[in-house]
């Protein structure tokens, strides 16, 4: 028999093949497969936010061109100088509501009595506030002419569009059709650079009657503090008026023709302090404001999650009794079962209305900020982001805590430590590291989260008024999750807007990005010094 | 192998440190340091120590032998109230005494207990910290924070672990890179530095190779004229040759105590004499 010859063991390849794999392979391939998917899809995300990110920076290069050809540029200098003007009528506004209380509180006037006190005021104050009649009628004039042209222009380029998409589609004769009409530039901006001689006799005049005004007899004020701040007043008027020859010269070297530098679409995003969409005037897209409001709402969070995550952890891992652990673990991690949407309506409905409330109270007064003015601002929503990494912070430090090795504990026990010195002095600084992780993947939770803030950070879309100190954070701010949240619903797709959100999500990928990169780096060094 | 290949190497093996030890009659002089009276132990529902009564004489090296489970361990513990940390352990009958001081009356402070019963563990465990913290922190705890005292102190327990040489110029690195043998020294020094009266060492050099070994043995000898050990170890020749006496215990119960030499020489029970000659265990 041939089979005699042959050892008495087979050692050839028998087992079943599936497309030429044996079954063993399959399973690793199964295997490799899953784990491929999930590079995949990282990186499928971070081609898809490039590639829709990627035309932002073109694109409001041309949005800044077209506000700089259509002489936008050129009146907004204008409209700035009649907007410091405005805010100069607003601090004499305040002023006056400070002398009133001080006639109706301090002396016990009664109203009528005390507006009647306050008509020299008021006439200043008129005389004031009509000064910048001349100004704010050429600004209107100007504003309506460069609109029209920036109209003009805006349909074109929709039109140029318009024809390369039927061309594309091949519709020559309908793409023939479509009108682009000719803009004259030069004429458009005619009455703009007629406007320079006449801004010049305009400003002459304002300063000459802003002049007047100050030289006018003043209205008495009725305490030295009063007096103070109306001679500030002065002093702010008279700086103004310094100003006026900046903004006349940046008018006369205004040119419409100067190329617009690739950094500045850079520039005005990364550092731009406007965020403002579907504007009648210019659209901005800055995204300091979101950062801001974004950083702010997190660093509340972090002050207020990481004592009571990281505390509550230490107390579970190393104080507690059994009993306690199997209430307290279980309803810390409950929280981050709650849906955000939830918490975000608590946050509208219970805590907004409780810390208005409470900040009213007269005894915590002293707290900067307070009474708050707003129901949503940063305070609120950081508070209840800290709901949020609370669960995070303290599942990822007590897992730090409980692996810090016994024998460390026994070790510190043996040489006379009590329970909380071997704590202080033996299990949190061999689990540092571990809690710092745990405290920045909090942190990456915080950053990315979206409902809560899109519902209690009040967002008001810009930097809140860091004169105030402290007190701005009681102040509302609108998030860079919020934002697209908010608006990606309702823009254009492929448009500006739209590349713009997809920007603000490319910065949050690099912080949520940089955010983990340093948590892993962390515990890595951890279970090295550990062993 | 047979039992009889291992009685004719018994002598051989176990005879020289033993002959080389003082005149038995030089530790008979010696007081009881501590006084274990008829002690029962439970683990939950588990008794793991049965009615064990020993006296533990001053300045000696006394050795617990005994297979895994038999209870050593757990006496060791009791020593010093270790088995505190374990929620289900408790003493259910009899008396611990050091220095007939009560150590189980609600009055000890265990804190004050432990800082004069020092323990070396199985697995060296030298804190994350460096050389000098690691010797530093049970005075630190203590509240002695003068850099000369503190200095002082690294020296004379670096020393007294005969450790000094090798790591003097290195004190602030981590005391985790140190070999394994230097490790366990260092948790030595480290116990000895708040100048304990009694040294427990739970089967010290079971994760040390042969040289480190003998270190940590030379060791315990020079340490015994200061301090009172308690050992416990699985290697019957360590025992034998470290340890003036010594206790069999199996199953919870001390079968056996005596000298060493009469344990190992002369056993007078069949158990004690079945485990030291390498039948069982």
Redesign the interface.
């Given at each position: 028999m041939p089979d005699s010859d042959r050892p008495a063991f087979a050692i050839r390849k028998t087992r079943t093949r599936f497309l030429g794999l044996t079954m063993d392979e399959c399973i690793q391939a199964f295997f490799g497969g899953n784990a491929l998917v999930a590079v995949l899809v990282l990186g499928l995300i971070t081609v898809f936010l490039f590639r829709e990110g990627s035309g932002f920076f073109k694109q409001n290069q041309s949005n800044i061109e077209v506000y700089r050809t259509a002489g936008l540029e050129y009146v907004d200098h204008l409209k700035r100088q009649e907007a410091d003007h405005t805010a100069l009528t607003r601090y004499l506004f305040d002023l006056r509501v400070r002398v009133f209380k001080h006639h109706t509180e301090v002396e016990g006037a009664t109203l009528g009595e005390a507006n009647q006190q306050l008509i020299a005021f008021d006439d200043y104050s008129y005389d004031f506030g009509d000064t910048v009649e001349p100004l704010r009628e050429a600004v209107y004039d100007l504003s309506e002419s460069v609109t029209a042209t920036k109209t003009r222009m805006l349909v074109n380029e929709d039109r140029l569009v318009e024809r390369q998409q039927l061309r594309d589609a091949g519709a020559v004769e309908a793409a023939e059709a479509v009108v682009i009409e000719e803009i004259d530039l030069v004429a458009a901006r005619q009455p703009l650079l007629a406007f320079r001689p006449v801004y010049g006799q305009i400003n002459g005049q304002f300063a000459a009657s802003l002049l007047s005004v100050l030289a006018a007899e003043a209205p008495a004020m009725p305490t030295a503090e009063l007096e103070a701040r109306f001679t500030r007043f002065h002093e702010l008027v008279e700086q103004y008026i310094d100003g006026f020859p900046t903004v006349e010269a940046a008018l006369n070297t205004w040119d419409p023709n100067e190329p617009i530098p690739t950094w500045k679409s850079w520039t005005s995003f990364i550092t731009g302090e406007r965020w403002l969409t579907a504007s009648f005037w210019q659209d901005w897209y800055g995204v300091l404001p979101l950062l801001t409001g974004s950083l702010m709402v997190s660093m509340v969070a972090l002050i207020i999650a990481v004592p009571l995550g990281v505390g509550a952890a230490i107390y579970v891992n190393q104080l507690a009794s059994?009993r306690e652990q199997n209430i307290i673990k279980p309803c810390i991690e409950f929280i981050s079962a709650i849906p955000s949407v939830v918490l975000g309506f608590f946050g509208i409905a219970v805590l907004g209305q409780a810390i208005r409330i409470i900040s009213q109270w007269d005894w915590l007064s002293w707290v900067p900020g307070f009474p708050v003015v707003e129901r949503l601002n940063a305070l609120t929503a950081g508070v209840l982001l800290a709901l949020i990494a609370v669960p995070t912070i303290f599942t990822l430090a007590e897992d730090a805590l409980q692996n810090v090795?016994r024998?460390?504990?026994?070790?510190?026990?043996?040489?006379?430590?009590?329970k909380l010195?071997t704590i202080i002095?033996?299990v949190i600084?061999?689990a540092l590291s571990g809690i710092i992780s745990a405290v920045l993947l909090g942190l990456g939770r915080v950053v990315g989260e979206t409902m809560v803030v899109l519902l209690c950070a009040g967002n008001r879309i810009a930097i809140p008024d860091f004169t105030t100190g402290i007190a701005a954070f009681t102040q509302p701010v609108h998030t860079m999750t919020g934002i697209i949240a908010q608006e990606m619903g309702e823009v254009v797709q492929g448009g500006i807007h739209y590349r713009a959100l997809f920007v603000v999500g490319i910065v949050l990928f690099f912080i949520a990005l940089f955010i983990n990169f340093m948590a892993q780096k962390i515990v890595q060094r951890y279970r090295i010094?550990?062993? | 192998m047979s039992a009889h290949t291992l009685m004719e190497i018994t002598p051989t093996t176990f005879a020289p440190p033993i002959a080389d030890k003082p005149a038995q009659a030089d530790s008979e002089v010696h007081q009881t340091l501590i006084d274990i009276a008829n002690l029962d132990f439970f683990y939950g529902e588990t008794k793991a120590l049965h009615d064990i009564s020993l006296k533990i004489p001053e300045k000696e090296v006394t050795a617990f032998i005994g297979p895994s489970g038999c209870g050593k361990s757990t006496l060791l513990r009791c020593l010093?109230r270790?088995n505190d940390?374990i929620?289900i352990a408790r003493v259910d009958r009899g008396t611990i005494r050091i220095r007939d001081i009560d150590i189980y009356q609600p009055d000890v402070d265990v804190?004050?207990l432990?800082?004069r019963v020092?323990?070396v563990?199985q697995?060296s465990?030298?804190?994350?910290?460096s050389i000098y913290e690691n010797i530093t922190?049970?005075l630190?705890?203590?509240g002695v924070s003068a850099k000369s005292r503190l200095d002082e102190v690294v020296e004379r327990s670096l020393r007294g672990a005969a450790l000094w040489d090798e790591v003097k110029d290195r004190l602030h690195e981590?005391g985790?890179s140190l070999s394994g043998g230097q490790q366990q020294r260092l948790?030595i020094a480290?116990?000895i530095a708040?100048e304990p009266e009694i040294i427990l060492m739970d089967e010290p050099c079971s994760a040390l190779d042969p040289i480190a070994t003998a270190r940590v043995e030379e060791l315990i000898h020079e340490l015994k004229s200061k301090y009172t050990i308690v050992i416990v170890t699985h290697n019957m020749q360590q025992a034998a040759r470290c340890s003036d006496r010594t206790a069999f215990f199996y199953l919870g119960r001390l079968v056996e105590y005596a000298d060493t030499q009469t344990i190992f020489m002369k056993p007078s029970d069949a158990q004690t004499e079945a485990y030291v000659s390498g039948r069982f265990g």
């Amino acid at each position: 028999m041939p089979d005699s010859d042959r050892p008495a063991f087979a050692i050839r390849k028998t087992r079943t093949r599936f497309l030429g794999l044996t079954m063993d392979e399959c399973i690793q391939a199964f295997f490799g497969g899953n784990a491929l998917v999930a590079v995949l899809v990282l990186g499928l995300i971070t081609v898809f936010l490039f590639r829709e990110g990627s035309g932002f920076f073109k694109q409001n290069q041309s949005n800044i061109e077209v506000y700089r050809t259509a002489g936008l540029e050129y009146v907004d200098h204008l409209k700035r100088q009649e907007a410091d003007h405005t805010a100069l009528t607003r601090y004499l506004f305040d002023l006056r509501v400070r002398v009133f209380k001080h006639h109706t509180e301090v002396e016990g006037a009664t109203l009528g009595e005390a507006n009647q006190q306050l008509i020299a005021f008021d006439d200043y104050s008129y005389d004031f506030g009509d000064t910048v009649e001349p100004l704010r009628e050429a600004v209107y004039d100007l504003s309506e002419s460069v609109t029209a042209t920036k109209t003009r222009m805006l349909v074109n380029e929709d039109r140029l569009v318009e024809r390369q998409q039927l061309r594309d589609a091949g519709a020559v004769e309908a793409a023939e059709a479509v009108v682009i009409e000719e803009i004259d530039l030069v004429a458009a901006r005619q009455p703009l650079l007629a406007f320079r001689p006449v801004y010049g006799q305009i400003n002459g005049q304002f300063a000459a009657s802003l002049l007047s005004v100050l030289a006018a007899e003043a209205p008495a004020m009725p305490t030295a503090e009063l007096e103070a701040r109306f001679t500030r007043f002065h002093e702010l008027v008279e700086q103004y008026i310094d100003g006026f020859p900046t903004v006349e010269a940046a008018l006369n070297t205004w040119d419409p023709n100067e190329p617009i530098p690739t950094w500045k679409s850079w520039t005005s995003f990364i550092t731009g302090e406007r965020w403002l969409t579907a504007s009648f005037w210019q659209d901005w897209y800055g995204v300091l404001p979101l950062l801001t409001g974004s950083l702010m709402v997190s660093m509340v969070a972090l002050i207020i999650a990481v004592p009571l995550g990281v505390g509550a952890a230490i107390y579970v891992n190393q104080l507690a009794s059994v009993r306690e652990q199997n209430i307290i673990k279980p309803c810390i991690e409950f929280i981050s079962a709650i849906p955000s949407v939830v918490l975000g309506f608590f946050g509208i409905a219970v805590l907004g209305q409780a810390i208005r409330i409470i900040s009213q109270w007269d005894w915590l007064s002293w707290v900067p900020g307070f009474p708050v003015v707003e129901r949503l601002n940063a305070l609120t929503a950081g508070v209840l982001l800290a709901l949020i990494a609370v669960p995070t912070i303290f599942t990822l430090a007590e897992d730090a805590l409980q692996n810090v090795p016994r024998a460390f504990k026994e070790a510190s026990f043996a040489l006379g430590a009590t329970k909380l010195q071997t704590i202080i002095r033996i299990v949190i600084p061999a689990a540092l590291s571990g809690i710092i992780s745990a405290v920045l993947l909090g942190l990456g939770r915080v950053v990315g989260e979206t409902m809560v803030v899109l519902l209690c950070a009040g967002n008001r879309i810009a930097i809140p008024d860091f004169t105030t100190g402290i007190a701005a954070f009681t102040q509302p701010v609108h998030t860079m999750t919020g934002i697209i949240a908010q608006e990606m619903g309702e823009v254009v797709q492929g448009g500006i807007h739209y590349r713009a959100l997809f920007v603000v999500g490319i910065v949050l990928f690099f912080i949520a990005l940089f955010i983990n990169f340093m948590a892993q780096k962390i515990v890595q060094r951890y279970r090295i010094s550990i062993g | 192998m047979s039992a009889h290949t291992l009685m004719e190497i018994t002598p051989t093996t176990f005879a020289p440190p033993i002959a080389d030890k003082p005149a038995q009659a030089d530790s008979e002089v010696h007081q009881t340091l501590i006084d274990i009276a008829n002690l029962d132990f439970f683990y939950g529902e588990t008794k793991a120590l049965h009615d064990i009564s020993l006296k533990i004489p001053e300045k000696e090296v006394t050795a617990f032998i005994g297979p895994s489970g038999c209870g050593k361990s757990t006496l060791l513990r009791c020593l010093n109230r270790m088995n505190d940390l374990i929620d289900i352990a408790r003493v259910d009958r009899g008396t611990i005494r050091i220095r007939d001081i009560d150590i189980y009356q609600p009055d000890v402070d265990v804190i004050e207990l432990r800082k004069r019963v020092g323990m070396v563990f199985q697995k060296s465990n030298p804190f994350p910290k460096s050389i000098y913290e690691n010797i530093t922190y049970g005075l630190r705890l203590q509240g002695v924070s003068a850099k000369s005292r503190l200095d002082e102190v690294v020296e004379r327990s670096l020393r007294g672990a005969a450790l000094w040489d090798e790591v003097k110029d290195r004190l602030h690195e981590s005391g985790l890179s140190l070999s394994g043998g230097q490790q366990q020294r260092l948790c030595i020094a480290r116990a000895i530095a708040v100048e304990p009266e009694i040294i427990l060492m739970d089967e010290p050099c079971s994760a040390l190779d042969p040289i480190a070994t003998a270190r940590v043995e030379e060791l315990i000898h020079e340490l015994k004229s200061k301090y009172t050990i308690v050992i416990v170890t699985h290697n019957m020749q360590q025992a034998a040759r470290c340890s003036d006496r010594t206790a069999f215990f199996y199953l919870g119960r001390l079968v056996e105590y005596a000298d060493t030499q009469t344990i190992f020489m002369k056993p007078s029970d069949a158990q004690t004499e079945a485990y030291v000659s390498g039948r069982f265990g």
